[in-house]
């Protein structure tokens, strides 16, 4: 697997690349998300690329498994311990029970609500979700290059960006070549879209 895209000429924990990264968190702007260049999403889909999906899929197989495995085993040795209505073990192991069994239907629930984007799907003529974009920092002179993604799978520190952030919105749909404005905590910030490639 290829490693995540990263900024470089600049250290990784520069106060440049974090005000970066804020601008690529998975919050959404006050204009909303923005889907141009991909076809409409229904706002109950999650949106995953298919190595999302497959970190998926295997984070459920693992909470399911040997995670539940795990737990019930806690829960009996805790109950070898007397009365449990005076066993701090045993509550413990209860709530770890409990918390878990709620993972796993919110990821079984995400599971079902899944909208894969497939490789075929995609075009590098426009940035659209799948795609990974070079950026060039028109101030700073800074090139980084970030995977865009739905916000289920955002995790701007290692390269993957949110179409619902501020920087996801401001590239989508724009072609390489465009200089496009990026709202970030010390005020706009303006670059120009270098490449447009597949992850």
Do not use: W
């Not at 073990?89 to 409990?98: G, L, S």
């Not at 070079?134 to 739905?150: F, I, M, N, P, R």
């Amino acid at each position: 697997m290829r490693s995540p895209p990263r900024c470089v000429d600049s250290p990784r924990g520069s106060a440049y690349n974090a005000r970066l990264r804020q601008s690529a968190c998975t919050h959404p702007c006050p204009a909303g998300p923005s889907l141009r260049g991909n076809p409409v999403v229904s706002q109950k889909d999650v949106i995953l690329t298919a190595d999302g999906l497959k970190k998926l899929q295997d984070e459920i197989d693992y909470l399911s498994t040997t995670k539940r495995e795990e737990v019930a085993q806690r829960i009996k040795e805790a109950r070898e311990f007397g009365d449990i209505t005076e066993n701090s073990e045993y509550d413990d192991a209860k709530n770890e029970q409990a918390m878990l069994e709620h993972r796993i239907s919110q990821l079984e629930e995400k599971l079902r609500r899944a909208r894969v984007v497939k490789t075929s799907e995609i075009s590098t003529d426009r940035v659209q979700l799948g795609v990974t974009v070079t950026l060039k920092d028109l101030e700073d002179e800074e090139v980084c290059s970030y995977q865009l993604v739905g916000s289920a799978e955002a995790d701007p520190i290692a390269g993957r960006v949110s179409n619902e952030s501020p920087l996801g919105q401001s590239i989508m749909g724009r072609r390489t070549g465009d200089v496009v404005m990026v709202p970030a905590p010390g005020g706009q910030r303006r670059f120009e879209i270098l490449d447009i490639g597949l992850a």
